[in-house]
């Protein structure tokens, strides 16, 4: 996925690049860069990561440098010199630094080719971690008396806040290119657990030589997790925000550099680590949405070697979320209206976030559709797929749905198509006249998420595909009608019926 967002940078085109972690993000921007005259200001919120990539460069003899509040005016002024002086080809700074009058006076006498944007998701007010300091970036570049190009970069997105990002950084022309989110090498899997601590005890047991990280929500829990670890023998280190910047660094390192097999931590830990061989994530507290939950997870199997994401699910974990959002400490600086939003999208989330504790369908698949990517509704390699699934034959319900396309004169969105193949009598079914296609009510006797689950497989293998960004319409493609004069039966996998009636 790398190289198509570099050749639109390379063409001078605005873009957002939505890759997942650990797909090589950075030299999306750095390999364009050299190309290109000036300087690349790189606007990142994460200081720790910017003085990393800085130092990388340089280590590969690329100047780079990086700004951040705890410099002394000396230093702040010698970095920006170099700056300007043609010393410096990679820049990095917090976005709190765009409406500095001084880096504002710099930025207009520099010439800045690039502006890159990481964790543009901060951006959006849709976007699960919104920060107002972005909204300085729009304006910032607006500014500039040479209008640089932007590329902004995110590894989670859903369709929605994408619209919204592009929006808001003023390149509505911008490219998207979304990297493939699937991480096949990852196992996952829910357990709704009533004995967590027996749960972890036993699955550390087996896999005592594997590194692992284990995700707690709050500092007490990562204290009491490391200390059960502990007492029973594993090497357990702990990190959260309450440890002082020196313990942090050494159990970071000490974890990284394979020292010491298992870090227990709040999501305070993990950005821009880059440890290939995690052969475990563990969540021993359902994260608030699965925009976390996907980053931490996507912190295992780096190296493509299986691995396991395992959630720990309890209904205590919904609440404790719930509280942290309602309090909304995290977004004290917004306005009343804005916070209002915020919060009813981070409640959202945490209802998709539970939902995928519950779901007896394919784990990836949920996760693949909730981000806008379209899957299999089987992968066979996460929990749900190896005990809640049976192989159906849906010859005769595939055949019927792809029938009624055929027969309407008209587009009809996903739960219409459903509802005329199912026997509907909504209004709007009697009042099209929908009733009179020949196969309305045909399949009368299957369930309605059945039916959705069918039309997603039939989407899948491109039998029909979905039109329209407002309405969607499905639509018969011409491999569906292809299909139905075959006599080809179709299998698929689907989750077993009973389970899904209990749930
Ligand atoms: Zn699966």
Redesign the pocket.
């Given at each position: 996925g790398q190289e198509e967002i570099i050749s639109e940078i390379f063409h001078g085109k605005p873009v957002l690049a939505v890759l997942p972690t650990g797909a090589g993000k950075s030299i999306c921007f750095q390999l364009p860069s050299l190309l290109l005259k000036g300087v690349t200001l790189v606007i990142s919120p994460l200081i720790s990561l910017m003085k990393d990539q800085a130092e990388a460069l340089t280590a590969r003899g690329i100047p780079a440098a990086y700004l951040d509040s705890s410099m002394s005016s000396n230093e702040y002024g010698r970095v920006l010199h170099a700056a300007l002086n043609k010393q410096c080809k990679f820049l990095y700074v917090a976005p709190e630094r765009l409406v500095n009058q001084q880096f504002i006076d710099f930025a207009r006498q520099a010439y800045i080719a690039m502006v890159a944007v990481d964790e543009a998701h901060c951006v959006s007010q849709w976007g699960h971690s919104f920060r107002k300091e972005y909204y300085n970036i729009h304006d910032f570049i607006q500014a500039l008396p040479t209008k640089p190009l932007v590329a902004a970069f995110t590894a989670t997105a859903t369709p929605d806040v994408r619209r919204d990002i592009i929006k808001r950084l003023g390149i509505p022309e911008a490219k998207i290119v979304v990297t493939g989110f699937d991480r096949p090498n990852l196992h996952?899997a829910v357990q709704r657990t009533q004995d967590k601590e027996r749960s972890l005890l036993e699955f550390m047991r087996k896999h005592k030589k594997d590194c692992g990280v284990v995700y707690c929500a709050t500092r007490n829990k990562v204290e009491s997790v490391t200390q059960l670890l502990r007492r029973q023998g594993f090497s357990a280190l702990r990190y959260h925000a309450g440890l002082t910047p020196e313990e942090r660094r050494e159990n970071q390192n000490a974890f990284v550099g394979g020292s010491v097999p298992l870090i227990v931590a709040t999501n305070a830990f993990g950005m821009g680590i880059d440890k290939p061989d995690v052969r475990f994530v563990i969540h021993y507290n359902m994260p608030k949405n699965m925009e976390s939950y996907y980053q931490e997870a996507g912190r295992a199997g780096r190296d493509g070697e299986p691995s396991e994401c395992i959630l720990y699910y309890e209904p205590r974990d919904v609440r404790t979320n719930r509280l942290f959002i309602e309090n909304g400490e995290e977004n004290s600086e917004l306005d009343e209206e804005t916070r209002k939003i915020v919060k009813e999208r981070d409640l959202e989330r945490l209802k998709q976030m539970t939902f995928y504790c519950f779901t007896s369908?394919?784990?990836?698949?949920y996760i693949l559709n909730y981000f806008g990517e379209k899957s299999s509704?089987?992968?066979?390699?996460?929990?749900?797929?190896?005990t809640q699934?049976e192989e159906v034959d849906i010859t005769l319900e595939a055949n019927t749905i792809l029938r009624c396309l055929d027969a309407l004169d008209w587009n009809y969105g996903a739960a219409t198509v459903i509802d005329i193949v199912h026997g509907g009598k909504s209004q709007k079914i009697l009042g099209k006249n929908l009733d009179k296609n020949p196969e309305y009510a045909v399949l009368s006797e299957r369930t309605v998420p059945r039916l959705r689950q069918i039309l997603r497989e039939l989407q899948f293998r491109e039998y029909v595909e979905e039109k329209g960004e407002q309405y969607p319409v499905i639509c018969l493609t011409p491999e569906g009608k292809a299909f139905m004069k075959t006599e080809e039966p179709l299998i698929m996998k689907l989750p077993k019926e009973e389970t899904e009636k209990k749930s």
């Open positions: 996952f369908e394919c784990l990836r698949q509704s089987y992968c066979g390699n996460c929990l749900n797929c190896q699934f």
